[in-house]
């Protein structure tokens, strides 16, 4: 049992939100080895609200393309509302994320045009050959999204423990109404997020940091 802790502790410490991918693509069965690894996460009544649709190839580019101009013309229409504001720790470790990120890739705090070009690598999906586009059941709701989301922490350690860079990207899903229409994706299925996978480049700067965590003391409440 100790080994299993220890496996997954190192899975857990691995991982990291990759922002530099390597063109190279991912083997088909690898890609089905982390999908089928991700829907062991447990749902509501086994419920498994999830579904996933990941690109390779070409269809990698033709999305690619589709979501810059989307960026460039549509108004952001994202199927959960996102958060008005990230009070007390949670700001400050969101800004501390960014200021890391800027750090790495040499972009002063003043240099806007720098930071929006930083930002805009969301949509390019960081030059990675692979995304999924992660949905859930819009009828389970709430806790269906909830469900979803043990869904993309699983994806994430399998690739992990595949050797496949991950990040999870919510900036993408604010374009759900163009990314249904594009995959041809049912109104029943809501747009959570998407994450983008490859192998990853670890020469890039942006690749060059990683983010901290909250002590156990911030998180855990012991009662009793």
């Known amino acids: 049992m100790t080994d299993n802790f220890e496996t997954l502790q190192g899975l857990l410490q691995a991982r990291h939100s990759c922002r530099a991918f390597r063109p190279d693509p991912v083997p088909e069965e690898t890609i089905r080895q982390i999908v089928h ?21 070409d ?24 958060p008005e504001t990230y009070p007390g720790a949670h700001g400050a470790r969101r800004l501390e994320c960014g200021l890391q ?25 960081f030059g990675a050959p692979h995304v999924a586009i992660v949905q859930s059941e819009a009828a389970l709701g709430p806790y269906g999204a909830m469900d979803t989301g043990g869904f993309v922490t699983a994806f994430l350690l399998a690739a992990t423990a595949l050797g496949v860079a991950t990040i999870a990207q919510a900036s993408v899903a604010a374009y759900a ?8 994706l049912p109104e029943s299925r809501l747009i959570l997020c998407a994450i983008s996978f490859g192998l990853p480049d670890m020469d890039h700067p942006a690749n060059g940091f990683r983010t901290s965590r909250a002590d156990l003391s911030e998180i855990y409440d012991p009662r009793g």
């Not at 690894?37 to 990941?54: F, I, K, L, M, Y």
């Open 177 to 184: 109404p163009m990314i249904r229409a594009h995959f041809d």
């Open 101 to 125: 990120l800027y750090e790495a890739a040499g972009i002063a705090r003043n240099d806007r045009a720098g930071r929006a070009e930083q930002s805009m690598q969301n949509y390019h999906l």
């Open 37 to 57: 690894a991700a829907g062991r996460a447990p749902s509501w009544c086994n419920a498994q609200p999830w579904h996933v649709t990941v690109t390779r190839g």
């Open 59 to 82: 269809e990698t580019a033709r999305f690619r393309d589709a979501l810059l101009s989307a960026v460039q013309q549509d108004r952001p229409g994202p199927d959960l509302p996102w």
